[in-house]
């Protein structure tokens, strides 16, 4: 029997969570350790399969629902945020993509004990490289050997599962990639760093040593060009779920400065007649406005876009490609300075002290990481030649 979540449901259970994810994430970041009960959390709720399809057990959500959520969850820990951003951005992957062999099964299995599926695609010679892979599957006897050395795996040591790009063969071009699916049981993953990092320390994005030798690797996309699969989901969703975790972020510290400013015994501190501040907070908020703005145009032109057969070619132009681009660049590099201005204007009581109940500090730290997460100067210069080849504006 299918069981139908609706548009209300996913709110009523991201909003009942909120609470819970945030008692947990000053310690997080204290102890630089992985939220654990906060996975377990996602886990209890079905969240884990928000785009899973109802038929295999999932939620049925689209992007606009898993940027409702991002938003929440960034509210309330940036670092739950972004290990469930990332995980939904591999079962999208898995959800519009994995061959008919094997869809049915694994989708099943993520959406009904809840598997935490981690990214693996950084390589030490390319980096976040998307588009390319240096590793290469290899043929032994009868089966099919994967090694691999992963710089940076988000969540790495307490995934359930795993989506690896590898190229095809030693020989083939680097451009030829692989999605490899494999569960934990199946293979070696050998953590071989620790994760001691400015911002985001609970999302344990360890090194990784990976060995698989099996004569049933399970090949996502064994016909289908890897491109298609980072157009039409990896990057947009990625992007998509990474900005509405900052946003969430940032919007919660804004909130936070307003209440001292409504609260009769702190607002004492502050000349609240000032120009010079009114000013910088009318900024704040148009920074965050705007952001938020483009954030929903961005997600409704792409839910608009992958729901249709007629529309999806849409995705590869320069228009959308432009505007998923610039989603990402934007939303980090805005919502980090709204966070700078606001540690300006509360100063050092309220801005700058490591606070549990007002972590400014801590989301300062946190989204300073957003522009390094696939450099924006990469998008920028994709960005820069697309300009050139699209009609002006």
Known sequence: MTTTTTKEDIKAIADELVPRLKASAFITDQEK??????????????????????????MGGDAEDMMYVARKFGAACLTTSVIWAMHCQQIAVLVNHTCEEYREDILRKIATESYYVGSVT?????????????????????????????????????CDAYLITMKSA?????????????????????????????????????????????????????????????????????????????????TATYNQMIGIFRNPDKRKAFDLGSDLLLEKLGRIRMDID?????????????????????????????????KINSLKVMSSEVLFNVVHKIVDVLGLRYGYMTDAELPVERTFRDLRAGSLMYHNDRLLIVNGKLSLLSPVV
């Open 122 to 158: 950084t390589e030490e010679k390319k980096g976040g490289h998307l588009l390319t892979a240096f590793s290469a599957l290899q043929t032994k006897e009868s089966a099919i050997v994967l090694e691999r050395i992963a710089p940076i795996i988000t969540g790495g040591p307490y």
């Open 290 to 322: 705007v952001v938020t703005v483009f954030t929903e145009s961005v997600v409704t032109s792409y839910v608009e876009l992958v729901s249709s057969a007629e529309k999806r070619g849409e995705l590869y132009l320069n228009p959308f490609q432009l």
């Open 33 to 58: 350790r992985f939220p654990e009960e906060n996975l377990a959390l996602l886990k209890a709720s079905g969240l884990m399969g928000l785009l899973i399809p109802c038929a295999f057990g999932g």
């Open 170 to 250: 030693g020989d083939a071009p680097d451009s030829d990639v692989k999605l490899v699916y494999a569960e934990r049981h199946e293979g070696d993953f050998t953590q071989l760093s620790e994760w001691s990092a400015m911002g985001m320390r609970g999302t344990s994005s360890v090194r990784m040593k990976i060995s698989i030798s099996s004569d049933k690797l399970r090949l996502i996309n064994p016909r289908q060009d890897f491109r298609e699969i980072a157009v039409e989901s990896m990057i947009p969703v990625g992007h998509i779920a990474w900005a509405s975790g900052w946003l969430g972020a940032a």
